[in-house]
């Protein structure tokens, strides 16, 4: 018998999740462990944020932030932030645990952002060298607008994309 949102199919002894079939829902304030614990797993310490930073972007208003758990851990995360006068949102963060990716996760997750934003123009960075991440928004109507030169700590690129909605 498998449990809800998991596959009959098993690796060893391990039930892989129904990833189609996991919930996305809001995150808080109380996600705040388990959003510093996938930032640790997803991006470099040059990359990582403040303990300040995060608890801004699962408190502060105009932030739409988003989860996706499988057995009570944080498995997937995304966070944008409005720019009322700029008629634009920035999608600042999206992490999927390692051991997760490749299953469509982030693909949910930057789709359900989008709707949930409702905004006319959406961008975000990227460092030159995700080309995973680049590829994914590559494919999901993202157009290259601008380069950021030596943005990133240790002086890589960041690449700005934006999607434009009627």
């Not at 930073?53 to 498995?75: C, F, M």
């Not at 990716?101 to 959406?122: F, N, S, W």
Request: aromatic fraction near 10%; charged fraction near 20%; proline fraction near 5%.
């Amino acid at each position: 018998m498998t449990s809800p949102n998991t596959q009959s199919s098993s690796v060893g002894h391990l039930t892989q999740p129904d990833y189609a079939a996991l919930p996305i829902v809001a995150a808080t304030w109380r996600d705040l462990g388990a959003v510093m614990r996938l930032e640790k797993q997803c991006f470099t310490r040059d990359d990582a944020w403040t303990f300040l930073d995060h608890l801004a972007v699962l408190s502060l208003p105009g932030v739409t932030r988003l989860k996706i758990e499988y057995q009570d851990e944080l498995i997937a995360f995304i966070a944008a932030e409005k720019q009322p006068e700029k008629h634009t949102a920035w999608i600042t963060t999206i992490g999927v645990a390692p051991h997760h990716q490749r299953h469509g996760l982030a693909l949910r997750l930057l789709a359900t952002c989008e709707k949930a934003l409702q905004y006319p123009v959406i961008r975000l960075s990227v460092r030159r060298s995700n080309q995973g991440a680049i590829l994914l928004y590559r494919h999901t109507g993202y157009k290259l607008v601008d380069e950021w030169p030596k943005y990133y700590i240790g002086g890589e690129d960041a690449l700005i994309f934006e999607k434009k909605f009627d």
